[in-house]
Every structure is written in C-alpha cells, then in structure tokens.
C-alpha cells in the first residue's frame, strides 16, 4: 500500500472515531499526518488510549470506504485534485466553540467537483424559521449569484438555507450543501428530494462520519465549513445566537467577507443581522450584485453580466423556461428529475424538453438531457 | 437705536431681500456683521447694487417686526438668549448644494424656546412618500427620544415629518419643525392643524422671509438647519437622491451622527437609507435606545431611563392614557386642543381630565390644563 494510500485509510480511522473540528485531533494531524497520530493513539495506555482502543480496534477503514462507494460517497483529503484549498485557512484560525483547524477529510456526495465549486462561491445563511421576506430575498441573492456561476453554499436546514439552495438549483447554478450529519444521512427527513437533487446537480459534503446524526457540536463544526468553503458569507434573517451568526464569525475570523441583508427593524429573525451591521462586522448588501462585488476584485462583475441570458429565454412560453431552469447546468439529467425539479407533470416536460431541443437549448443523451454547448458557456 | 437693535434690524432687512444660506451673504455678515455689510450694499453702483437698491428701499425692518409680532412670530439672532448656539458650526461647514453658512436670522412660532430645544435634540427625517411600516418605526422611535426628553427635529413634511412629530406631540414630548417656507405659511397646507399644534406646545423657525413660498433651494437651506439644530440625525425611509439624505450629508459635514433605520431590501423607500448604511456613512439603528447610544455620552442613557413611567401609567385606562400623553409636556393647553391630539370626542377628553386631575396627574388652570409637576420633571 502506498504512503499516500496509508495516511488515507488513517484518516478514515480518526475520522470515524474522532468529532468533527476535535481542536486536537485536526492540529496533530496537520502537524504529524494522520499515519503517526494513529499510531501514537494505538501506543496509548492512559485513559484516552484505553477509551479509543476498542473503537479504533472496531475501526476498518478499507470496509467503510467500500460502503461509501456503494453509498455514492468519496472521503477527499487534503492533496486530492476535489480537495477544496480554502479550507487550508482554517489551519491559521479558530477556535470557536472548541472546534476548529482543517478537517481530516470530506465525505462527498454529488455530481460536481468539490474544488471547482469552491473556486467561486458565498455562503448564503440564515434562519431556519424565516419569513417569506427572508426566504424571497435569500432567493432572489442566491438565484443572482448562481446566474453568474458563483457556487451557492448553504446547509440544507429549513428556511433561508433551503431558499439558497432551491434558487441556486432553478437558475442551473452549481450548489453545495454542508451537513452537520453523514453525507449518506438526510437532515432535516423532509429535505430528501432537495438533498438528492443536490447531490444529482450539485454536491454534498460533511466532515461527520457516515451514518453519523446531526448534534451541536457536528453543526457548530460544520459551520466553519460552509465559511471556510466561500470568499464571503451572506447573513439572511439570524436571530441573536443563532448558527447562522456563528458562521459568520468564522467568516470574520478567516477573513473572509461578512454580509448581511437587512430586514424590518419589526422583524425579530433580522435582529441578529441587524446587530452584526451596527456593529460593523458585515456589510449591509441588498441584492446579487452587491455581493459579487464585495467579493470579487472591482469591475469583474457588472450589472450587465446578470442580464445576458435574456435574449434566448424570452422567446420561450413560461412553461418552456421554468423545464429549461430546471435542466442542471453542468451535466444532464433524466426527464423524470427535471419533471420534479420544475413542478410540472413528466408529459408537459417531455413536451417542452422536445420544443427546447428543437431550438437547440438543451440536448439528449441516452435519456439524459444537458444544456446545448452554448448556453453552458454563458 | 442701540448699536445690537441697529443689527438686528440689518438682519431683518438683509433676511428680507437674500435667499437663505446664500454663501456670500451668509460669509460677509459673519465677517463685518449685518449692518456693515448692508451699508456696503446701499453703495454699491454695480450690477447686482442696481438690483438690490430697489428691494432694499421697499425694506422696512421695523414695520416686518410689528407685522411678525401681530403673527405670533419673532427674530431671533446670534447672542440672543433664544439662539441655538449649535448653529454656529455652520461657520465652519459646507456648502453644499451652494447653499451654508449661519443664517443671518431666525423667524421662531411657538412656545418653546429654540435655545431650551437644541440642548439635547435629534432629527428624525425622510421620504414623504414613506410606507406604513416607515411610518411606523419613526413614530417608535421619536415617542422613544420624546419621551426621555429629546427634540425631535423635523420639517413637518408629509410621511416620516410627520410621524416624527405627531409621535412627540403624543408623548408629550419637545419638537421642532423647521419650515422651507416662512414660519407664518402652512406647508403642506394640509398639515395647518399639525403645525398650529407645534406652535402651541412645540416650536416652528424658518430661515424664509415672512410669507415666504417654499422654493427647492429654501429646502435645500432648509435641511442645514435640521441636521445643525441636532446631535445626530435619524434617516428613516429615503428614495436615493432625496431630501432626507441632502439632511444626513449636512449631518455628516457638521460632524453629527448620521444614523439610518433599516427596511425590507424590496422596499424602495429603504434604498436610500441602505446605500448610507453600506457606505459606512451612516449607524444602522433600530430603535430609539440605539439612537441615545449614539448621541449621548456612555450610559447616559440606558433603557431604565425609558421604563420611568410605567407605574403610573399601569392605573390609567387606554383612553385616559391617551388623554394624559396629549397633555403637553412643558406647558397648558385648552381641552379642545388636547382633545383633537388625543384623537377623542370632547366630552369623552373633558372626562378623562377630570379623573387624571383626581390622580393628581394634571392640574387645570384658567381653563387650560398642564401636567401635575411630580410627572414633568420625570
């Protein structure tokens, strides 16, 4: 077995007996390899040892990663070509909460590269109990910034985080979903068809360990994740203490850009976002381009950017362009999951993906349909 | 005539036939005082000696201060014991829009004194074409600094104006309109009954001539005064390019605090307000505590300072309470005058005042009814 294939199969071990941004684990890891301090742990015979022993005994790292497979989930480590680089940040940050430094590895489910959604993305979070306002303007925000081809970065909970990642999904925009439990696991139960799409046109991800449930500390580490993910982080509705306030500190504290959209000073869900504006730890955005223009250098993104598509979409019926948003944008997808994405029954879809095809907007492939080659580049 | 009756009567005639905060003008009398400065005038052979010479041999500074004292109005200028000192950071401020400077003079209505007002003021501005919701929050928010005693300073405009003041006239608290047109007219005439009750319990000043017509650039002069009369100024709802934010970059120039209060990103009205908080150009606030944080001192003010009165006001029904916050704070009015602030039907007012008077919480006198003392030095 190659060394490289070794410290592999040892982060698999640590991740499965070890939380989730443990602050020791993930700094004795980046200073050792996963190899020596799996061994080191095995040599063990104080009460830690002894507590670790039989997990690590139980431990059977080439099993766990086949099942992944079988699972539809890869474990990415730090040097693999999916390996997100950002996240290399988090060495130089934290703690908060106890948790921090660079995961072991990622358990990643999907159809897009980790690495590539990572080049360009904002995390856009908030509230699980949001308002229609929250939700309509967290989608609005994520629709603009997926239009661009900025990766969308949420945590699939209730609410602003659900709006994000549907916008980011109907405007064909890449979209990555950070989970507090396993990546094979679907958090909140009534998030599975977003989930599974997410991971059919987008992709999942999460340092817990397979199978592992949702807990406080699993989510306070996560968080570090979805703002180490992206060059900024978007505050959307966050009632003072919230996880979505926490995501934003790690944000400031990986220097990464804070921004938060403001609500009505009547509205308690945009206190806490109120409270980090007045504080000047974000800046207050309203829309899409705000934001792009925050985190990218001046003058790379214009208005006229967000307005290139209009052309082509306003030759189609309504019905046409919401089957053609529902087509993901980087590979195809079968008619039955487009039907489903677009909320309109299988036969209305078939018909207006053939009406598409004839235009040449969207292309079959052994019962998949794809965008056609120009519009991608778009 | 004494040499400072000579100057004030200079002032009236140089208010008489110059434009509010014309730079010039303003400068040359800060310099050489007004008497000086309209003898050189009278000498003057050039062109604009031959405009003026006409309008300033109709000028009859005596006979405008008898026609303003028939009007309930006086002028007051720099060294009076009514002058609002904070104005003479105008000396050293601006201009903007071409229009600075301290005004040569100013004509006050009401019963307050402008000096007593200034100590402790903040003006509460925006759009006239404002929202419920804007409404709303800028009426919480000026009861909330009427209520500690703070001046809410604003230009009886329709929308935001007027909720500021009506909300301190409610909590029987100090306010000031500060008017584009002479302080004799009503503008908006709809508002006469909402500046007849300013004048009563408040005070009404223009920098305009008597009888003067609002103009763009009397409003323009006009917004110097808000922001200098105040210690900070609050932007509630205000278009892009408004009224509200020409006060606010007054209130910046004057080293004031410029603070904003928030609205939904879909709500026009905000935009303006939002573009100041995103250029750090302004505090983000919510409510009124937040605005006394701003302005005062360190734990001047604390939200004890705004629970004062609940124990008395515990005993009272809805409708007396209503009666009492109509009472004015600093000195009697007529129960029909109280009455239409209270919004109630006479006989229903008359009632209500005699119970409170039973609390001792008002005193009648000749007719008119102020507030027991205990309850006005709260």
């Not at 022993?53 to 992944?68: S, Y």
Request: hydrophobic share 45%; glycine share 10%; aromatic share 2%.
């Amino acid at each position: 077995m190659s060394a490289p294939e070794a410290e592999r199969l040892a982060r698999v071990t640590l991740n499965s007996v070890g939380e989730p941004g443990n602050l020791q684990l993930t700094a004795a890891v980046a200073d050792l390899g996963a190899a020596t301090v799996l061994g080191a742990l095995r040599e063990r015979r104080d009460d830690l040892g002894r507590d670790l022993a039989a997990r690590l005994r139980a431990a059977d790292p080439v099993r766990t990663l086949e099942a992944a497979e079988k699972l539809g989930l890869r474990f990415v480590i730090p040097g693999d070509p999916e390996w997100p680089n950002p996240l290399m940040d988090l060495a130089r940050c934290g703690p908060l909460h106890e948790r921090g430094g660079v995961p072991l590895g990622l358990w990643v489910r999907g159809a897009l590269s980790l690495a590539d959604t990572a080049r360009q993305a904002v995390a856009v979070v908030g509230s699980r109990s949001a308002t229609t306002y929250g939700c309509g303007v967290a989608g609005d925000v994520s629709a603009g910034l997926a239009r661009v081809g900025t990766t969308v970065v949420s945590g699939a909970a209730f609410g602003i985080d659900q709006a994000a990642h549907r916008a980011a999904l109907a405007t064909r925009g890449p979209t990555v979903a950070v989970l507090a439990c396993g990546a094979d696991r679907v958090y909140p139960a009534a998030h599975k068809q977003l989930l599974d799409y997410i991971a059919d046109v987008g992709v999942i991800v999460s340092e817990a360990p397979i199978g592992g449930a949702p807990t406080r500390i699993r989510f306070l580490a996560r968080n570090r994740l979805i703002a180490a993910m992206a060059q900024g982080t978007v505050v959307v509705e966050a009632a003072v203490r919230s996880g979505a306030l926490n995501t934003a500190s790690w944000a400031a504290a990986l220097g990464r850009v804070v921004m938060g959209v403001p609500g009505p000073v009547t509205s308690q869900p945009s206190a806490g976002v109120h409270q980090l504006i007045r504080g000047r730890d974000a800046l207050l955005v309203t829309r899409a381009e705000e934001v792009l223009e925050a985190v990218a250098p001046i003058g790379t993104h214009t208005l006229q950017d967000l307005r290139e598509e209009d052309g082509l979409r306003d030759r189609l019926t309504p019905q046409e362009r919401q089957v053609l948003d529902a087509v993901p944008v980087r590979q195809s997808a079968a008619a039955g999951s487009i039907a489903r994405a677009a909320g309109l029954a299988p036969a209305k879809t078939t018909a207006a993906l053939g009406r598409l095809e004839q235009l040449g907007l969207v292309v079959e492939e052994a019962n998949r349909w794809r965008l056609a080659g120009e519009l991608e580049s778009a």
